[in-house]
């Protein structure tokens, strides 16, 4: 099984900052991941696939990069809209969720 | 637009089988060729892959669950469905249907939560 560790797992920070989150994989995934914002009480929304392809419609302060088995999703200029969950998920081997990042207000 | 709909018993005692049905709207599952998946989330944790269903029978499922799991789908009525025997509590959870796009979960339901409890 392919594990993913995704950290931190609570970030606070202000409207206005630039946030950054990773995730690593337990072996290598070349680019297959995929990151999704969560909101309470909703389902995921997929933001950036094959690790750094934003989804269409989503702002461009959001940013993913890496491969192999580091990766990170990198928010700028943090909006108030953003306040949310965010998880990785592999998708090389089946599918893999890393255990999500709760950005909150600082 | 592509919408998806979770429904099925909210209260599943233990030891018994939790079922749910995924409604697909706006696109034909017999001809998309797409995967149709089930994800869920237990209360306040994250995301777990259960499993995926394509329309022509073929199915993948978590090996954590798959002595316990039976996904089927039925073009006819442009839906799929979810089969988890001998549930516990351990089970509870929101549970989400999805589609697997060109690379990932592209289009999600809004999730049912189901709970274990006798």
């Known amino acids: 099984d392919i594990q993913i560790t995704q950290s931190p797992s609570t970030l606070s920070a202000s409207v206005g900052d630039r946030v950054i989150i990773t995730c690593r994989a337990s072996q290598s995934i070349s680019n297959w991941l995929a990151w999704f914002q969560q909101k309470p009480g909703k389902a995921p929304k997929l933001l950036i696939q094959r690790a750094s392809s934003l989804e269409s419609g989503v702002p461009s302060r959001f940013s993913g990069s890496g491969s192999g088995t580091e990766f990170t999703l990198t928010i700028n200029s943090l909006q108030p809209d953003d306040f949310a969950t965010y998880y990785c998920q592999q998708y090389n081997t089946y599918f893999t969720f890393g255990g999500g990042t709760k950005v909150e207000i600082k | 637009q592509l919408q998806l709909q979770e429904s099925g018993p909210g209260l599943v005692k233990p030891s018994e089988t939790l079922s749910l049905t995924c409604t697909v709207s706006n696109d034909s599952i017999s001809t998309s060729h797409y995967f149709w998946v089930w994800v869920r989330q237990p209360p306040g944790k994250g995301l777990e892959w259960i499993g995926s269903?394509?329309?022509?029978?073929?199915?993948y499922h978590n090996p954590s669950l798959r002595s316990r799991l039976s996904l089927s789908i039925d073009t006819s009525k442009n839906h799929f469905s979810l089969r988890l025997s001998s549930v516990t509590v351990a089970d509870t959870a929101v549970y989400f249907c999805?589609?697997?796009?060109?690379?990932?979960?592209?289009?999600w339901g809004q999730g049912t939560l189901v709970t274990v409890s006798s």
């Open positions: 269903v394509h329309s022509n029978g073929n199915t």
């Open positions: 999805a589609r697997l796009g060109s690379q990932t979960f592209d289009h």
